[in-house]
Structures are given as C-alpha cells and as structure tokens.
C-alpha cells in the first residue's frame, strides 16, 4: 500500500529552506558565544521581531532572554544552612523513650570502661608499688569496715565484670546471627541482669 503523494512537497521544502536559512546563523553565533563563556543578550530573535517576541508594535519586546555564563553552585552544609536560616532542629534522643535494649547496650559499654580502668589500676600498681597483694589487703582489713560496708564495697567492684561477662554473650551471639528476634533481644538482656546479680552477690558473699 502506498502513500498518497498530496502534491505539497514541494511548497514543504521551500519552508524548510527558508526557516533554515533564518535559523543557522542565530544558532552558529549563538553557540559560538556560549563556547566561548561570554553573555549573549539577543537584541532580535530568529523570526526577526524583537527579543522575547510579545508586543512589538512600540518598538520594545514585552520580555527579553540574557545567556550568562555558568556558576557553579557553592555547596552549604545542611545544618550550616539550616541554622544561618534560623529554621528549628528536630530533637534527637531527648523524644525518645527509654527502651531495654538500649539501656543494655549503654551500660555494656559503660561497664567497658570501668574495666579499663581497673585493668590499667592493676597494671601500673604491679609496676611502681613495691610491695604485694597481702599487704594492701592487709592495709584494708586493718580499717576494720564492717561486714555489710565490706559486701557493698565487693558488690561495686564485682557487678562490671559481672554484667560485662554475661552481656558480652549477647553480643557475639549477635555476631554471630542469632538471637535477633525481637522476644530473644528483651529475654536475654533480662537473664543478663539476672545472671549478673546472682553472680555478683555470690561473689559478694565470699
């Protein structure tokens, strides 16, 4: 099935040709200007009226386009910029409640630098104190505290190295895949806790 010739190809092609030919020199001056970064303002757009077309019967065109060349945008922190205009910041930790997970995972890490301390306490005691473990066990006993002030004092001292122990199970288990259900995150952080008092007043009691 052919196409049906309307006889206008002709009257086509003359259009073509004479809107090219008002076009390419536009477009040619108009590249060579933006290539090499200078601004182009067109005093007469292609069609030859006025720039930005609109009412020309005055002599002046309504609007008129300005090419410029590129700036690069100068990138702003978003809290710099949120804060120079003055806009309110969202609270953080302060709107949320307190869950038990966290708190597990905070006194975890809480208990790790009490343990720090005492392991450096140790350290640098064994290196410039002179004389043994007995006699600064001596030294306490001659104070003469008495049995509840002695079992308090064991409690403090024994509870981080309980809980640190029993949670630290926690987490190379999550290390290591499991124990990620929601009901097994709160019933092992609740047999830590309990696992670490029974322990530290076993201890204590010693």
Known sequence: MGIKNNGNDESTKKVTKKVYKDIAPWFVSTSASLVHGSSVKFKQ????????????SKGKAKHQISYKTYQP???????AKNMKLNRPMSPHLTIYAPTLPAMTSIVQRGTGIILVFYSLLM????????????????????????????????????APFCYHYF??????????GKWFNMKEVYSTARMSFIATAVLTVLFALL
Request: aromatic share 14%.
């Open 167 to 176: 949670n630290g199970i926690r987490f190379c288990m999550w290390n290591a």
């Open 123 to 158: 350290a640098f005691g064994s290196l410039f104190l002179s004389n043994g473990v007995e006699t600064y066990v001596s030294i306490i006993q001659s104070f003469n505290f008495s049995r509840i002030t002695i079992f308090l004092a064991k409690i403090i001292v024994g």
């Open 45 to 56: 757009n292609p069609c030859g009226t006025s720039a930005g077309g609109g009412d020309t």
């Open 73 to 79: 945008l100068v990138y702003t922190c978003h809290d």
